[in-house]
Every structure is written in structure tokens, then in C-alpha cells.
């Protein structure tokens, strides 16, 4: 058995990096051998991940014979916040994200406006007793996580609360990625 090929490897893009980082810090100075495990968990499909909702990621590991719940909880963005962002998005966006994907840059320009995606404030929780923190089934989650958000970079944002995606999935909208109702002139032109 080979490993999916189509895994590139976890955090190939700064939006999917920046969760790997929540387990991986680079100050490390030990390897962790649960960071292998929980790795291989995710590439056989061991974890799952419902990304539509706002505030949270909520994942169903299978580890074993159990399966847990983790949760990576995220604040949304206030609405300064989040006008900053559209901003952002605004002058680093071309063309609409019909994708889900965003430049590099975008999330270059989050970073330094101290409006990171996962910012410090982001909670991890699970379902399992273990002592480890994080635990086993959370560390997978995160890795999941990134995977999705290397993929999709608008799920990054839409899980803060700027959902890009209604509108590229809208057939009504035409090549613009942002909802009409969701931004006001001063935050788009500003
Ligand atoms: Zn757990």
C-alpha cells in the first residue's frame, strides 16, 4: 500500500501552514511521535471534517475502535475585523476566487494586520479523555484542517465569519465574489 498520492504533503500553502504550526511549533526541540500517527490517520481517511460552520471546525476522528470528537473552536471576526479583511481582499484579489482559492499574499497581508485566520485565541476541545494536550484525535484534526484550508483558502475565512463562497457558488452573481450586502462602500473603496 502506498499513501494517497494526491497528498501533496500537510501545509503546502501559508493558509494550511499556519495550522500545522499549532502542532508542529518550530521550536521544538524533540520529535513528538504522535505527530506520525495522527498524520496517518488523516491520510487513511481516519478523520473527517465538517467545515460549514461558523466559530468552529468540528471533526470525527476514528482512532482505534472509537471515535472522537475535536473541535477547533476560532472567533469570528468583529466587524472592524472584518471590514479590514474585505479590504485586504479587496486590493490582493484580481479576479473572483470561483476556486476557493486565494493568493499567498492575501494571507502575507492578514498576518501582518494582526488579522492571522487562526489567531492565538483558537480552542481546541475533544470528546476523549486523554491527558495530552493536545490529544491525539486534535493534533489529527488540526492536520486535517490544513489540508482543506491548502486546498481551499476561502474556507480559512469563511469559518471567521467572511463567506466568500456564496457568491462564486451563485450562478446569479456575476464574477464577483463577494456578496453585494456584505460590504460597505468605505470598507470595498476605502
Ligand atoms: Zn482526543
Known amino acids: 500500500m502506498v499513501t ?5 504533503g500537510f501545509g503546502s500553502t501559508p493558509w494550511g501552514r499556519e495550522w500545522v504550526r499549532r502542532v508542529e511549533p518550530i521550536t521544538v526541540t ?3 511521535p504522535m505527530l506520525p500517527r495522527a498524520r496517518s490517520l488523516v491520510r487513511n481517511d481516519a478523520v473527517s471534517v465538517d467545515h460549514d460552520n461558523i466559530g468552529e471546525f468540528r471533526c470525527v476522528v476514528s482512532a482505534g475502535k472509537r471515535s472522537e470528537i475535536a473541535v477547533l473552536a476560532l472567533p469570528r471576526y468583529t466587524a472592524a475585523e472584518r471590514k479590514s479583511v474585505l479590504r485586504i481582499l479587496a486590493r490582493h484579489t484580481r479576479d473572483s476566487a470561483t476556486s476557493g482559492d486565494l493568493p499567498d499574499e492575501v494571507h502575507a497581508k492578514l498576518v501582518a494586520s ?3 485566520p487562526v489567531p492565538d485565541s483558537t480552542e481546541a476541545s475533544c ?3 486523554g491527558r ?3 490529544c491525539l484525535h486534535v493534533t489529527a484534526a488540526t492536520y486535517a484542517i490544513s489540508l482543506i484550508v491548502d486546498r481551499m483558502p476561502t474556507s480559512a475565512l469563511a469559518v471567521r ?6 457568491a462564486t457558488t451563485s450562478k446569479d ?3 464577483r465574489w463577494m456578496p453585494i450586502d456584505s460590504l460597505s462602500a468605505t470598507a470595498f473603496f476605502g
Open 4 to 8: 494517497a498520492p494526491q497528498l501533496a
Open 30 to 32: 524533540r520529535p513528538n
Open 114 to 116: 494582526k488579522l492571522s
Open 127 to 129: 470528546s476523549c479523555s
Open 132 to 134: 495530552i494536550d493536545p
Open 161 to 166: 465569519g467572511v463567506d466568500l463562497s456564496a
Open 173 to 175: 452573481v456575476p464574477r
